[in-house]
């Protein structure tokens, strides 16, 4: 009889424990899933990326030169923003998607 009295109260703290060891265990699942690097998405195709990275440098080129609009840099600025869209124009050519 011992060992009937023993499970039934095994089985009340089990049910009794069950909610807040499932709540323990989906805090520590989401903890370790977000400290996990996610994988960078494979690029559709290398053309995309060389176009891309053209269209990022384009991009920060501007950037510099409306932050040296009016200044000492602007003549570099304006320079380098020419050669960032040349560099764009190539790789849209090279890869049809400019005629």
């Known amino acids: 009889m011992t060992a009937r009295v023993e499970n039934q109260i095994e089985g009340q703290?089990?049910?009794k424990l069950a909610p807040v060891v499932r709540e323990m265990l989906l805090a520590e699942v989401?903890?370790?899933?977000?400290?996990?690097?996610?994988p960078k998405p494979k690029s559709v195709s290398k053309a995309d990326d060389d176009i891309m990275e053209a269209c990022r440098q384009v991009a920060s080129a501007a950037d510099r030169l409306a932050q040296a609009k009016y200044g000492?840099?602007?003549?570099?600025?304006?320079k380098s923003l020419e050669r960032a869209a040349t560099v764009l124009?190539?790789?849209?050519?090279k890869h049809g998607r400019m005629p």
Do not use: D, F
Request: glycine share 8%.
């Open 13 to 15: 703290l089990a049910r």
């Open 30 to 38: 989401e903890r370790i899933a977000a400290s996990q690097p996610r």
């Open 72 to 78: 000492v840099g602007e003549i570099s600025a304006r």
């Open 89 to 93: 124009g190539r790789a849209m050519r």
